[in-house]
């Protein structure tokens, strides 16, 4: 393999097993001279055969540079125009010219054909492919048709669709610009990642990043109509560029021929792998050199040269679940371990001066780069580094300087590959009995294996979700894939009870998973592994297994009741489904769910059945089943509470709400007449009005109704029950007794012999059942001289209802009586008693003491009247007699006391009111010092005196 | 060096555009208008499209005995939702095997993608509008379950159309950083462990082309949208 002749980043594909003979070369041209032989026709009415050969010129010769030892060479033309006509189908397949075709790479390596009109891509991409909306796809179709197992390309095709040429010079500058990338890859260059962020746009570019920007990106950007608008320098191979051609057809030191440079004339090479602390390769990293000049106070501030660690290793292999891989040339890598992590800038190529430093950093090739795009040995999907960018520097290095062996170690990358835990294939492990377990997928090809017992009729569900480093779901680690056998399968064999070849199947970011009906008890053998049949330190995944075991009780009634079901893999929220009817769940651990069943009714049945009992994870679409879990058993008629009497029931009211019950067949529907319902007190005394007596029997109606009123008839709680064959209903309600009062606010009334007196007698009701407010009073006399208007009243909101009545005269020590009733029945008595003169007192109330300024007032004397028991007495009357003296100062210790001036005298009288009061309105000057001198006397011996001062 | 600050071309679409069919006035080609959104992407496509479906590959059979240039794939998809095209069931697309030279993943069984392709020509091939840009993913797009977390969220599977949003016009001018100092250093400074400078510090820009979580959308949003859009007549195209 002379192309092949060092390690080398860039390769678009690297020789490994099954396909090829000899691992971990890079695939390349069988000579270091292909020869590319054009269509004799015209590209299209823009562009004859000329013009089109020097496009096709142009494109080709961009490839041709001193530092690589390939030249590609115009061969010469094919012999016929290809076309519609001549590139057909038949029974065997694709028919084209011979000369074109793969077999003839002997004389013609690639042929380019122009396909005037678009039907030769039509043909082979389908109707209407070359339409000119696709030119930015479809102007060029590449195909290398021939790559043979000792490493070697033998033929390609070159397609280049005339319907994207035209008037314009651009449109034929874009297929230039496309088929030079096209002859990148038909010679064996891989795409490449070098300043990504001319792609991304962030951070915004600089025109040094731009002009860095390999010529083999993997996605063009587009900035207008001509995407080789879009970048400086478009026709002119970068430093990426060089370093990959020179990877695949390198000139060695002193080997140049003339018009070549030896490849690593003022140029290095830098080697080495990106490593795990673990010592395992680290695959799939983007490895990228800037240079740093002698003289220069910072490095360049763009990447020159990038390779992606594992170029030569396998980005995708066999696992358990798939079986090996096929046998074709896309089978790229070898699987040397020393492979995993090894990286190669080919070329780096020199500034001025004699040596220069290089700096090396690490970045994760960006996710978009897969499938078509794909940079680097992963193709699937790629992969994020573990750690960060452990930038190292390469000092001093001279023309010609190779360093092999760099080692590049992230920080903080995973460091641990415990795979104690997982089982192997003769002997798997136990899945944890919660159902959730985490593991890692390490090292390379490692698959873990699990064994799981499953019952007959019990359904279950795998899931494995890939984590991060930190526990993160995601799609940039492991794929899983799930393979499940029977445990007696042969080892070896693909999967016999359930497989899931591609990752990512679930509704879950970063989660594959399978559910596996069981029919049959039987054992089960689990297998994780990656899709790419690839392991690492950082390949963390979450196992969850969602399975069901078992529910208790399994015999239910027809109207449901509450359950356990035991398994694993439980979570909060999961849901619980009978026959696809919603229970309600009351708890959930990873191991059980409490959950209240529905009913058969619910379930669309009226007779026994077994039903399947379902737990589903709404957030993953997880499920898993015991089918029959369930025994229902036979629905029976049932006897229904309707209505029944409850709360407070005065004892002899009779409840406003009846019992009612309501015998229903077990159909849950047909009403079941003329059946007994026996009614009876378990505890208190009442009775049923249905038959007025303390224990009653009714017969259902036409509505399937028994009903009867009840009425109390002793204090205390009361129990009822209605009873039939089909079952019983019980009521329950309080009995109290009511009490009833008339309270008379003032019992006696005083008033003064022989007087008739005016007077408001109150009284106050009581009702422990009910509001009073309105309740009617009658006022009646029982004897002696008092009346009453009106003789009814009602009561107030405070349950106090008064009238007037009339007293009197009655002699002193005579009596009048009266009762209040209220409810007809309920009454009070209250009386008035004459007290005759002899038997008047007058004591003072308020008012007496008084001494205030001369520009004060006085305030009014309230005397009251009363008995000798202190009684208050209405109705009698009292003399006042009042002077006012001017107002001196107190008399001398010796000597006459001068008597004051009086400058005014008053008499005057009151009666007494209801609560016995006299109010005095003291005479008395404006402004004046005064003393106001007062003397009131009733009856015989009632009399009270008292001097009151204004003072100067 | 140069201290030009060197600025391609702007995007300047309108006037493109219109450049673009000035000088097609006899072509056969027809401007086709710069998406400015990934739907937009996605409408282009689809008018170029004559089937499209939702579906998973069930298998691949390769047909290539003759060699890869006159040799087939046949993939099989169950068809879960039927857009334009066919009506469901299973659809086996047939690809020229020149296509697979350099990509044995083109698909994967058990894979779900929206699929858009060009109608099979005479030879029975065809292939995604777009190269496999016309082969969109489908993937889970919910929260990943956690034993301690409620499992309240639904299921959700969603349209991965980070592809498509690569297709979308960006400018082309680029800044020119400042010129790097010329103070000789000597080889011990270069060598002492301070941090080397990262000339890939960003400016505001944060939009990134390699972190495009919006340009994703529910399977039911984009069924519903290409339902909706009926497929440009072929005068246009």
Request: net charge negative; charged share 10%.
């Amino acid at each position: 393999m002379a192309a092949a002749t060092a390690f080398a980043g860039g390769p678009r594909w690297v020789t490994g097993p099954p396909y090829f003979n000899t691992p971990t070369y890079s695939v390349v041209w069988y000579t270091n001279q292909p020869h590319y032989f054009t269509d004799s026709g015209d590209l299209s009415v823009y562009v004859d055969h000329a013009a089109a050969d020097a496009i096709v010129a142009a494109a080709a010769n961009v490839w041709n540079v001193p530092t690589s030892s390939l030249t590609l060479a115009y061969g010469g033309t094919l012999n016929e125009h290809l076309s519609g006509a001549n590139v057909y189908t038949s029974s065997t397949g694709l028919v084209l010219p011979s000369d074109a075709q793969s077999g003839n790479y002997l004389a013609k390596q690639i042929a380019v054909i122009y396909d005037t009109d678009g039907s030769v891509t039509d043909l082979l991409l389908g109707s209407g492919a070359s339409d000119p909306s696709g030119c930015r796809q479809n102007a060029v179709t590449e195909s290398v048709d021939s790559i043979v197992p000792a490493g070697y390309i033998q033929h390609a095709l070159l397609i280049l669709n005339g319907r994207c040429t035209g008037p314009a010079p651009e449109q034929q500058l874009q297929m230039q610009y496309q088929l030079m990338r096209a002859f990148g890859r038909i010679l064996g260059l891989g795409w490449s990642q070098v300043n990504d962020n001319v792609f991304t746009g962030s951070p915004a570019p600089t025109y040094f990043q731009a002009l860095n920007w390999p010529i083999m990106h993997p996605i063009d950007i587009v900035c207008g109509l001509y995407t080789y608008q879009c970048l400086p320098q478009p026709f002119t191979l970068r430093a990426d560029d060089l370093s990959a051609l020179a990877s695949l057809y390198s000139i060695a030191r002193n080997q140049a021929q003339p018009g070549q440079v030896d490849t690593l004339l003022r140029a290095q090479e830098i080697s080495g792998t990106v490593t795990f602390p673990t010592g395992q390769g680290m695959e799939g990293v983007n490895v990228v050199a800037r240079r740093w000049h002698q003289y220069w106070s910072v490095p360049e501030a763009w990447q020159s040269v990038s390779s992606v660690s594992g170029f030569r290793f396998k980005g995708a292999n066999g696992n358990p679940v798939t079986g090996p891989l096929a046998s074709t040339p896309s089978a790229t890598g070898s699987v040397f371990a020393l492979y995993e992590g090894h990286y190669d800038l080919r070329r780096i190529p020199m500034l001025d001066g004699p040596w220069q430093n290089v700096i090396l950093d690490t970045e994760p090739v960006n996710p978009l780069y897969t499938g078509q795009y794909a940079v680097g040995p992963y193709s699937v999907n790629q992969v994020a580094p573990s750690g960060s960018d452990a930038q190292q520097v390469e000092g001093v290095v001279a023309s010609y300087y190779t360093l092999v062996g760099k080692t590049l170690a992230t920080d903080n990358a995973s460091a641990s590959c415990d795979t104690a835990t997982d089982g192997v294939e003769t002997a798997p492990a136990a899945i944890d009995t919660e159902g959730w377990s985490t593991g890692t997928l390490c090292a390379y090809g490692h698959a873990a294996w699990f064994g799981l017992g499953v019952k007959a009729n019990h359904s279950l569900t795998l899931e494995v979700t890939a984590q991060d480093e930190q526990g993160f779901a995601t799609m940039a680690k492991a794929m899983p894939v799930i393979g499940v056998w029977n445990a007696t399968d042969a080892r070896g064999s693909l999967p016999s009870v359930a497989a899931v070849a591609t990752a990512f199947n679930g509704s879950a970011i970063g989660m594959t998973t399978v559910t596996i009906a069981n029919a049959q008890s039987r054992q089960l053998r689990i297998v994780i592994a990656d899709q790419r049949g690839d392991g690492r330190p950082d390949f963390v995944y979450r196992l969850r297994v969602l399975s069901a075991d078992a529910v208790s009780p399994a015999n239910i009634s027809a109207v449901g009741g509450e359950v356990a079901i035991t398994g694993m893999g439980f979570r909060p929220g999961n849901v619980v489904t009978v026959d696809g009817v919603a229970a309600t769940v009351s708890n959930w651990t990873a191991t059980s769910i409490v959950a209240t069943v529905p009913s058969s009714r619910a379930l669309g049945f009226s007779t026994a059945l077994p039903a399947d009992v379902a737990v589903t994870d709404l957030s993953t679409g997880g499920t898993t089943v015991i089918t029959g879990a369930l025994n229902y058993a036979a629905p029976v008629p049932t006897l229904n509470l309707v209505t029944a009497p409850s709360g407070t029931i005065f004892m002899g009211d009779t409840a406003a709400i009846p019992f009612t019950v309501k015998l229903i067949a077990g159909n849950g529907i047909t009403p079941m007449a003329n059946q007994p319902v026996t009614f009876t007190a378990i505890s208190g005394a009442v009775e049923f009005n249905a038959c007025g007596a303390a224990a009653c029997v009714v017969m259902t109606d036409v509505s399937g109704s028994a009903s009867t009123t009840v009425t109390a008839l002793g204090p205390g709680n009361v129990s009822l029950s209605a009873t039939s064959a089909y079952g019983s209903q019980s009521a329950s309600f309080t009995a109290v007794t009511r009490i009833r009062t008339v309270t008379p606010v003032v019992p006696v009334q005083y008033i003064a012999a022989d007087t008739t007196v005016f007077w408001t007698p109150q009284v106050s009701l009581g009702d422990n059942s009910a509001p009073i407010a309105g309740v009617r009073v009658n006022w009646q006399t029982i004897s002696g001289a008092m009346t009453f208007f009106p003789m009814q009243s009602l009561a107030d909101t405070q349950g106090i209802a008064e009238t007037v009545a009339t007293t009197g005269p009655l002699a002193g020590g005579g009596r009048a009586t009266a009762s209040a009733c209220a409810w007809t029945t309920i009454c009070a008595s209250f009386a008035a008693e004459g007290v005759g003169p002899a038997d008047w007192r007058l004591e003072i109330v308020s008012g007496a003491g008084q001494s205030v300024g001369a520009a004060d007032i006085l305030a009014p004397v309230t005397l009251r009247v009363t008995d000798l028991a202190g009684h208050a007495v209405a109705g009698v009357g009292v003399q006042v007699h009042q002077t006012v003296d001017e107002w001196q100062m107190p008399c001398p210790d010796r000597g006459r006391c001068p008597v004051p001036p009086i400058y005014d005298a008053q008499v005057s009288s009151a009666v007494s009111d209801t609560n016995g009061l006299v109010v005095i309105a003291l005479m008395q000057i404006p402004g004046a010092a005064e003393v106001t001198n007062i003397v009131a006397a009733t009856g015989e011996q009632g009399f009270v005196s008292l001097s009151l001062q204004k003072q100067p | 060096m140069a201290k030009t600050l060197w600025i391609f071309r702007c995007l300047c679409a309108a006037l493109a555009v219109a450049q673009f069919a000035a000088s097609l006035g006899c072509a056969q080609v027809a401007p086709v208008p710069i998406p400015q959104t990934v739907e937009d992407v996605l409408h282009q496509m689809a008018d170029q499209a004559d089937i499209i479906f939702l579906g998973e590959v069930a298998a691949i059979r390769p047909h290539e005995d003759g060699g890869l240039a006159s040799g087939f794939i046949e993939i099989d998809f169950r068809v879960d939702r039927a857009i334009r095209g066919i009506s469901g069931g299973t659809y086996t697309l047939r690809e020229w095997a020149g296509l697979w030279s350099g990509n044995a993943g083109r698909y994967r069984t058990g894979e779900r993608l929206l699929m858009l392709l060009h109608a099979p020509s005479v030879s029975g091939l065809s292939s995604p509008v777009g190269g496999l840009d016309g082969a969109i993913p489908i993937r889970g797009g919910g929260a990943a379950p956690v034993l301690a977390n409620t499992a309240t969220l639904s299921s959700t599977t969603v349209v991965d159309l980070r592809w498509l949003g690569a297709r979308l016009p960006q400018s082309a001018s680029f800044k020119i950083n400042p010129i790097l100092p010329p103070t000789p250093l000597t080889l011990s400074q270069q060598m002492a462990t301070k941090s080397v400078a990262d000339p890939i510090t960003s400016e505001d820009d944060t939009s990134s082309r390699a972190s495009v979580s919006a340009q994703q959308a529910s399977v039911d949003t984009v069924v519903k949208l290409l339902a909706s859009w009926k497929k440009a007549a072929d005068g246009v195209r």
